[in-house]
């Protein structure tokens, strides 16, 4: 299978399968038929081989970048540019793909960014709570819940071909705890690359944003 297919597969038979806390909600953008013809569309151009890729993991998908497109950190806007995927998911903007897609160009543009990395989450599927971004660490009982689920996920994903002597981890907080935890139990990579998170940095370090980009950069190709 090239990769865009085992990518697909696995949005196409998400299911957590374990029951979520009260007011929990799932947020799974693949049961729409629009979002799978634009994964399609986009795995396709930049995926549609079996190029070895090193993973970037990040927490759950949110409601406004791949909780509508079915990208990780890719928004509507990223999508049509620099991507050049035509969609129907309207035009609202996402600061964390503003700086992931900051971070692309830097290392070359889309074409070259993804062909050597994939960017996931330790979650696929994401979660509100009255209707807000819920990530899956911030309650104790959710994070345990989706615990099989993460595995089953990570374990299809690396069937792929993955790099797995390093990988890279969104957030240096309560996500990279939790990963390493599942790494030590499940031996996936030999070390997990922490980098600060993107909503953290365009909330309260725009003034550093182009270090903040530098140190991305950095982080993702020294010893490639």
Not at 56 to 72: D, H, L, M, V, W
Request: glycine letters at 6%; charged letters at 25%; one cysteine or more.
């Amino acid at each position: 299978m090239t990769f865009a297919e085992t990518i697909l597969s696995i949005f196409s038979s998400l299911r957590i399968g374990k029951s979520l806390p009260a007011g929990v909600s799932v947020l799974n953008p693949y049961r729409d038929p629009e979002v799978m013809k634009v994964c399609a569309a986009f795995y396709g151009r930049f995926y549609n081989d079996q190029f070895r890729r090193r993973l970037i993991i990040g927490i759950n998908p949110g409601r406004f970048g791949a909780g509508i497109t079915g990208i990780a950190f890719t928004d509507p806007p990223r999508l049509t540019d620099p991507c050049g995927i035509t969609h129907q998911l309207g035009t609202r903007a996402e600061l964390s793909a503003e700086f992931i897609y900051r971070v692309i160009k830097a290392c070359g543009g889309p074409e070259e960014f993804y062909r050597q990395y994939y960017i996931t989450a330790v979650s696929p599927l994401g979660f509100t709570f009255d209707d807000k971004n819920l990530n899956y660490y911030d309650i104790r009982e959710l994070q345990d819940a989706i615990e099989p689920f993460a595995v089953r996920c990570m374990e299809r994903l690396l069937k792929a071909n993955i790099y797995r002597a390093k990988c890279f981890c969104v957030g240096e907080g309560q996500n990279f705890k939790f990963l390493s935890l599942l790494n030590a139990r499940h031996k996936w990579f030999d070390e997990i690359v922490p980098l600060p998170h993107p909503r953290f940095i365009m909330q309260y370090k725009r003034k550093q944003l182009d270090n903040f980009v530098n140190q991305y950069v950095f982080k993702l190709t020294i010893d490639n």
